[in-house]
Nanobody, 128 residues
């Protein structure tokens, strides 16, 4: 069992940066792939980024449209995964969730249904 708690959301202006954090409790955190998803107003849930677990070498994955602006990182000593978001745009406004799975395969890493554990989420609002 893994419990996830997100933090770091808020109201920012376009062009600002923001870092979200996902704190995990539970055993063997290093074995889990942890991903960030977001859901904007009237939109479907969207994959943002993931960091694979130990068997995947902790390699990051990103949705193509966010590469270069968003960076995911993890600290296994603190059981945390961070999402650094730069040059934020109004279209980045969304509710951001982190999710974890010990069994997700690479071909499903962008699929919400592949993750068994979810946090409550944190709101990010970017004003123009």
């Amino acid at each position: 069992q893994v419990q996830l708690v997100e933090s770091g959301g808020g109201l920012v202006q376009a062009g600002d940066s923001l870092t979200l954090s996902c704190a995990a409790s539970g055993r063997a955190f290093r074995d889990y792939t942890v991903a960030w998803f977001r859901q904007g107003p009237g939109k479907d849930r969207e994959f943002v980024a993931a960091t694979r677990g130990s068997r995947g070498g902790y390699r990051p994955s990103y949705t193509d449209s966010l590469k270069g602006r968003f960076t995911i990182s993890r600290d296994n000593t603190k059981n945390t995964v961070s999402l650094q978001m730069n040059s934020l745009k109004p279209e980045d406004t969304a509710f951001y969730h982190c999710a974890a799975s010990s069994t997700v395969i690479l071909s499903s890493i962008q699929t919400p249904g592949a993750y068994a554990y979810w946090g409550q989420g944190t709101q990010v609002t970017v004003s123009s």
